[in-house]
């Protein structure tokens, strides 16, 4: 079973407006942490935003929010007043508790964000 | 904040030769880096965990012969993809983590992007 789902291989937003790309995870440890990252065209991982599963706030970095839902397992990030340079992959991540001394991240299969003037 | 550089960004090889991908960790030590690979428009497929001094842990289904990891110091590792065929042909990043503290973010090159004709 896939860790991280991620449903909207494709989204597209007006810029200005806010658009939320929908994240969701599986997991049945008690502590793990959860990720977006933005990766444009040129290819680099770019770190947007942060969850840990104890954190009772939600996350914000910004124009990003991550709207954590802790028992329906959902991490989505929502962007607000899009901007043409938002325009990217982007991908959800997640951590698991510590194993080891090691971690490994899994990751979605990415939602492709277009925006349009 | 920490940095992690990837060399080169683009290379094209014939095919039958070898290839060696950099990844640096620049102002941190990195004792565990993560090789992955992309195909177009897919989500990052961990193929290695490379240990400072020891052998790389591969994912099931990754040849050890064909992608040759070395991390020889706490701030370099390699991956050397050898004998490289049209099929190695694939976007390459790797990731690093600093770590100070169990919720930081992982670090990620610029990414490699190969070609082998």
């Known amino acids: 079973a896939q860790k991280i789902t991620q449903t909207q291989p494709g989204m597209f937003v007006q810029e200005k407006e806010a658009v939320t790309l929908d994240c969701t995870y599986d997991?049945?440890?008690?502590?793990?942490?959860l990720f977006w990252y933005k990766q444009p065209s040129s290819g680099e991982m770019i770190f947007l935003i942060y969850?840990?599963?104890?954190?009772?706030q939600n996350a914000t970095e910004g124009r990003y929010s991550l709207n954590f839902q802790k028992a329906r397992k959902s991490a989505n990030l929502v962007i607000s007043a899009s901007q043409l340079g938002d325009s990217a992959m982007y991908f959800c991540?997640?951590?698991?508790?510590?194993?080891?001394?090691?971690?490994?991240?899994?990751f979605g299969r990415g939602t492709s964000l277009i925006v349009h003037p | 904040g920490a940095v992690v550089s990837q060399h080169p960004s683009r290379v094209i090889c014939k095919s039958g030769t070898s290839v060696k991908i950099e990844c640096r960790s620049l102002?941190?030590?990195?004792?565990?880096m993560f090789w992955y690979r992309q195909f177009p428009k897919k989500s990052l497929m961990l193929m290695a965990t490379?240990?400072?001094?020891?052998?790389?842990?591969?994912e099931q289904g990754v040849e050890k012969d064909k992608f040759l990891i070395n991390h020889a110091s706490l701030t370099l590792s390699t991956l050397t993809v050898t004998s490289a065929h049209p099929e190695d042909s694939s976007f390459y990043i790797c990731?690093?983590?600093?770590?100070?503290?169990?919720?930081?973010?992982?670090?990620f090159g610029q990414g490699t992007r190969l070609t082998v004709v």
């Open positions: 990731s690093a983590r600093d770590w100070g503290g169990w919720n930081t973010e992982a670090f």
């Open positions: 997991t049945s440890d008690q502590s793990y942490g």
């Open positions: 969850q840990g599963s104890y954190d009772e």
């Open positions: 991540a997640m951590r698991e508790g510590v194993t080891g001394g090691s971690y490994i991240p899994t």
């Open positions: 102002d941190f030590q990195a004792t565990t």
């Open positions: 490379s240990n400072e001094g020891s052998k790389a842990t591969y």
